[in-house]
């Protein structure tokens, strides 16, 4: 059974930063391309970005691109998603997932970027 747990979540103040880690299982995580999406508030999901199977590989949306980081530890079967340079428009709840559409996620952490 597939299991993605999220953690890493809170408030910080706009300009901060956040490391979020998702711990996985039940699947061959190491050979799965892996994915974190996001919900605001009102919103629907939508996709941050997106690392390979082997770690080499990432690709960001133009809203995070520069500001976020993901990267993976196959060994640990975890993945991470560091954050920099918050704004308020990056509040949302924030889910790793094993595809892009994010039918396939965890059950998230918060992140609130307010001042």
């Known amino acids: 059974q597939v299991q993605l747990v999220e953690s890493g979540g809170g408030l910080v103040r706009p300009g901060g930063s956040l490391r979020l880690s998702c711990a996985a299982s039940g699947f061959d995580f190491g050979r799965s391309g892996m994915y974190w999406v996001r919900q605001p508030l009102t919103k629907g999901l939508e996709w941050v970005g997106s690392?390979?199977?082997?770690?080499?590989?990432?690709s960001y949306s133009p809203f995070v691109k520069g500001r976020f980081t993901i990267s993976r530890d196959n060994v640990k079967n975890m993945l991470f998603l560091e954050m920099r340079d918050l704004k308020t428009e990056d509040t949302a709840v924030y889910y790793c997932?094993?595809?892009?559409?994010?039918?396939?996620r965890g059950q998230g952490t918060q992140v609130t970027v307010s001042s």
């Open positions: 997932a094993e595809d892009r559409q994010g039918n396939s």
């Open positions: 690392i390979s199977a082997d770690g080499i590989l990432t």
